[in-house]
């Protein structure tokens, strides 16, 4: 019994040294973490202060000084917070590598280059702009906007700060409270057997402030990995798919594949119907025809030869109806020279005048072309029935894995797919490649709308330039 009692208490002290000794390295962490946050917030705070301030006194003897301070002052604070966004989410990845083995890679997408189109302007890979610096400003901030890594950043940047808050200053409080205690002695109380009253009293205060400092010594540990979890779900993007985005996603592929599938089935309907009741009567009749002139090569020559004339006619414009069908299936100028061209075919016989700007490196795969094209056929059309427009443009670039298409035109605005089938049909139509459609178009114009898909260009083709149609 004396052995196992003596094993049992040489247990309990390794676990309470092991205990503290892990409550001493929390402490030491979350001094550093409560450091590490520090410039994240006191800098952009700082800055924005005192660029407040200077701009109030520069500006006191205009009306809107106290407007123009305080624009000024959240733009300098936000200005100096975006340039402290990666330092601050690097420092955190660091700490939590180094601390618990849990890596947090920081991927970001391809920045695009800036470009010089045609027309002089500066395409940022998101928008146009005529200056130059204008547009290197505006895609710094909107590709910082777009990156996933980036916008986890700068949530981090916020979150950081109260999260440091909330875990250290419960811990500050009992250390601070529990060394108060043992330094001041604020716990009165009447003498106990033979002890007096300041001595009962500095007992107390020692034990409870000792208790203190040992809970929120070994409370520190758990903060550092509550912090720890923290930092992972806000700065790990990969980790942060639910269950409910996953089934969201699932449901959208679920509904552009039927609406691929049922697209298809209408397909092979308006073929099946437009063979049915075209061509193959057509040809059905050149048949009966030819069977009528065989009976009357002997007895009749002459009648004979006027049916020969109106089965050739009739041949020729059974011709022509596969042709337009081929055509409206897959247009030859489009499987032959490719998007670029076809689209200018398109703009040269549309009713509006139509300005085309291809900037295609490679030719997209056959089945996005083709999507492409017949939406761009459907807004041509649009255009030209109801906008009330006097010019169209149309600009065809790929940049940074996707196909981006622009048809703006300078008509009467308020385009609305809640108002017809046409711009719900192309949504249907680039749902199914994952594309998307969006519009831009208030009362009084212009109406400008575009189409971004997904996709991977595929033949060594090069076509970028620039006409007018």
Known sequence: MTTVSRTSGTSVRAQARAAFAAGGEGLTRLVVVL?????????????AVLSGVIAAQALQNYSPAILA???????????????????????????LERWFGIRLPAVYEPRPELELDGRGHWWTGYTYHRSRTVAKYAQA??????????????????????LVVALV????????????????????????GPLNGRMVSVLL?????????????????????????????????????????????????????ADAAGNQAAELRRIERDLHDGAQARLVAIGMTLGTIEHLMDTDQEAARELLAEARQSSARALQELRDLVRGIH?????????????????????LPTEVCVS???????????????????????????????????????????????????????????????LRG???????????????????GPTTITLELPCELSSPRTSTSFAKA
């Open 360 to 422: 295609l490196p490679d030719r997209p795969p056959a089945p996005v072309e083709a999507a492409v094209y017949f939406s761009i056929c459907e807004l041509l059309a649009n255009a030209a029935k109801h906008s009330g427009a006097d010019q169209v443009w149309v600009d065809i670039l790929y940049r940074a894995g996707s196909l981006r298409v622009t048809v703006t035109d300078d008509g009467v605005g308020v385009a609305d797919p809640s108002r017809g089938t046409g």
């Open 35 to 47: 450091l590490s946050a520090v410039p994240g917030l006191a800098l952009p705070v700082a800055a």
């Open 69 to 95: 301070a305080l624009l000024v002052a959240a733009f300098v604070g936000s200005a100096v917070a975006a340039f402290l966004v990666r330092g601050v989410a690097t420092r955190t990845r660091g700490q």
């Open 169 to 192: 200053g419960p811990v500050a409080v009992l250390l601070g409270l529990g060394v108060g205690y043992i330094l001041a002695g604020p716990v009165p109380t009447d003498g106990v």
């Open 141 to 162: 901030v909107h590709w910082g906007l777009r990156d996933r890594t980036t916008r986890a950043e700068l949530l981090w940047l916020v979150v950081n700060p109260f």
């Open 205 to 257: 205060s020692v034990v409870l402030g000792a208790a203190m400092v040992a809970v929120g010594t070994l409370v520190a540990p758990f903060a550092v990995r509550m912090y720890a979890e923290a930092a992972r779900r806000v700065l790990d993007q990969d980790g942060r798919a639910t269950h409910a985005q996953l089934t969201r996603r699932v449901a959208e592929l679920t509904e552009t594949r």
């Open 426 to 444: 192309i949504e249907k139509r680039l749902g199914t490649f994952d594309g998307v459609l969006s519009i831009d178009s208030t009362s009084g």
């Open 331 to 351: 247009p030859p100028v489009l499987a032959e020279r490719g998007l670029g061209d076809a689209v200018r075919a398109l703009a040269l016989d549309s009713a």
